[in-house]
């Protein structure tokens, strides 16, 4: 199955950057949030009119839908909020604490992001709960999402972008170079040193990341992997951070090396996606997607990085990309956003929702659509076996996605 877009990429709100004149530019609608503020609740609608969505330790506000038929998958949305209805959970709330996440000029809004902090969360959670909405992980928001569903992955590029600015604004409340204060500088897309002796801009950070399927020379086996943090039987690509100073090839090189011990020659770009959902300390990871074609087939696994890494063939691979585990996954997780929004506590983590005992369970499985890990792997077992050792055919056959 192809996606047109991977996941967390395509955000609409993020389609057009607006003139600074225009209303629903950062610096315009930061004003207008100003003047607004202040006169909550006494003030008529503003236009543009604002929408906020809340944040909790990293998890976006959501509702669930179809709460009342048993029959149906629940779907999860986001849970947006008025302006007077934030400052009525955050008293003391003021335009330093939004951050712009982008307009719809044909709804007349613009949308922003709060995170709530440790003295706010007790209070506003409850408050919330009795609304039936709740705040969840991206992660989960992730594996519940329907992936031919464009609205649940529109909106799961939107919670991803506000996690990674929010997130960004936590590991950023100091200036790298003097150490002073920072403050948020354009509606919260950036930040500014407050030492005027020193005003050295910030701005978000982006950690990029090569992730790669390697093949062997008859292009009939791929390489795959296993970490321990892995749900059970999930194998997937090899993946590293790229150092300074190095080019992507060369990343891809080193990190297959050092991993598998496996030397890599042709190396073919396929995609990138947007991955907001790593630690605070890396708030936003970009994926740079390869097809590696290997020197050498001898693995020698570096334990301190994968649990396992083994060759498998294009036959075996196949079997794994079956989409009636990421199905059951996905309905199970869905199922768990609507207890969690009905108040039901649910204790078990995200391994389960691929341990569901109904039928025959596959030996091994791949991640799901929404990882640029699947679209590796489809593509190559869906390009069909032969030699791929010809560059501008594989360039043209692997990257079609």
């Not at 709060?114 to 506003?124: A, M, P, T, Y």
């Not at 982006?206 to 321990?228: F, G, H, K, T, Y």
Request: charged share 25%; glycine share 6%.
């Amino acid at each position: 199955m192809n996606l047109k877009t991977h996941a967390y990429a395509n955000n609409p709100l993020r389609s057009k950057t607006p003139k600074s004149t225009s209303s629903f530019s950062p610096s315009s609608a930061f004003k207008s949030l100003k003047t607004l503020i202040p006169l909550i609740p006494n003030h008529q609608t503003p236009s543009p009119d604002f929408k906020i969505l809340p944040f909790s330790k990293g998890r976006p506000l959501v509702f669930s839908t179809n709460q009342d038929d048993a029959s149906t998958t629940p779907l999860w949305h986001l849970g947006w909020i008025t302006l007077s209805e934030c400052k009525t959970l955050l008293p003391n709330l003021d335009e330093n604490s939004l951050v712009y996440l982008g307009h719809k000029e044909e709804e007349d809004l613009v949308y922003w992001a709060v995170d709530l902090s440790s003295e706010q969360e007790h209070g506003v959670v409850l408050e919330l709960g009795s609304k039936k909405l709740c705040f969840v992980e991206v992660r989960t928001l992730m594996v519940a999402a329907d992936w031919e569903d464009q609205r649940a992955m529109d909106e799961l590029a939107v919670a991803g972008h506000a996690r990674a600015l929010l997130e960004w604004h936590k590991v950023s409340r100091f200036c790298g170079a003097c150490g002073g204060l920072t403050v948020p500088k354009e509606a919260g897309r950036r930040k500014q040193c407050s030492n005027e002796a020193c005003g050295k801009r910030v701005y978000p950070r982006v950690d990029p990341v090569v992730i790669m399927l390697v093949i062997d020379r008859e292009n009939d086996r791929a390489l795959l992997s296993r970490q321990a943090r892995f749900v059970p039987r999930m194998w997937s690509c090899l993946a590293g951070f790229i150092e300074p100073g190095e080019s992507l090839e060369e990343a891809v090189r080193r990190e297959t090396w050092e991993e598998t011990g496996i030397e890599v020659g042709e190396i073919v770009y396929h995609s990138s996606q947007p991955w907001p959902v790593g630690p605070s300390s890396m708030p936003c990871q970009l994926m740079l997607g390869f097809f590696a074609f290997a020197k050498t087939l001898d693995i020698n696994v570096d334990k301190e990085e994968l649990e396992d890494a083994q060759w498998h063939s294009r036959e075996d691979v196949k079997k794994a990309v079956s989409f009636a585990e990421y199905r059951k996954a996905q309905r199970t997780t869905a199922s768990k956003i609507e207890q969690m929004c009905k108040g039901v506590e649910r204790s078990q983590s995200l391994s389960t929702d691929f341990n569901v005992e109904s039928g025959e369970l596959a030996p091994m499985f791949i991640p799901g659509p929404t990882a640029i890990a699947h679209h590796l792997i489809s593509t190559w077992v869906d390009q069909g076996s032969g030699n791929a050792h010809t560059k501008q055919q594989a360039g043209v056959s692997l990257s079609s996605l």
